[in-house]
């Protein structure tokens, strides 16, 4: 499990194709203190497992990606260079400072536009219609593995506003309209359907 909050921006050293999968190499400082093999990282909000390290200082850090995860998410179209937004697992006895975050993004939605504010920016996301009725106004909503609350919601898009230290501290600050990112709902929204009978 994860909250949302950004610990570090990595940097993409290598995605090397492996069939219908491929392992994807990070560059990264801040999370590295404490790595294990089989520990949980998110990335871009996506739940990745460690599956080998090497370095020190700027540490290399290897994750295996399955295909149905490339194509589900915008892991796929990661290339050399590319940023990313990092979170460790949380810790059982850790603050909640953002929402309950699972790592399982729902889908991929896009960046309309920004319009900056005086200290903030507002962002406009679109978003599948399949995910849309989940996002509620005022709701809890994961990009880029970023707790956000939303600040008005449409048929086919959301907006949420972006703060100084948000925009500095994730990938969030430098999206421009036409990115892709991935958008997990808030899960509470999905088991409510789920008993609700719907889909």
């Not at 599956?51 to 994750?63: A, L």
């Not at 536009?113 to 406009?124: H, K, L």
Request: net charge negative; hydrophobic share 40%; with cysteine.
């Amino acid at each position: 499990m994860f909250t949302g909050i950004i610990e570090e921006i990595g940097e993409v050293v290598a995605v090397e194709p492996r069939g219908d999968s491929a392992v994807l190499t990070l560059a990264a400082e801040r999370i590295t203190d404490d790595l294990t093999h089989g520990a949980s990282i998110a990335v871009n909000g996506v739940c990745l497992t460690v599956v080998g390290w090497d370095g020190e200082g700027r540490v290399r850090i290897d994750f295996d990606v399955m295909g149905e995860t490339l194509k589900r998410s915008s892991l796929g179209a990661l290339g050399p260079g590319s940023t990313v937004n990092l979170e460790r697992a949380t810790r059982a006895d850790a603050r909640l400072d953002g929402h309950i975050v699972q790592g399982h993004v729902d889908g991929t939605g896009v960046v309309v536009s920004r319009t900056p504010g005086d200290a903030w920016e507002s962002v406009r996301f679109g978003l599948p219609a399949e995910l849309a009725r989940f996002v509620a106004e005022k709701g809890s909503i994961a990009v880029d593995g970023v707790s956000l609350t939303v600040s008005a919601v449409g048929d086919d898009w959301f907006e949420v506003g972006l703060i100084p230290e948000t925009l500095r501290a994730t990938t969030l600050g430098t999206k421009q309209p036409g990115d892709p990112v991935n958008l997990e709902i808030d899960v509470l929204a999905k088991y409510v359907a789920r008993l609700m009978g719907t889909k």
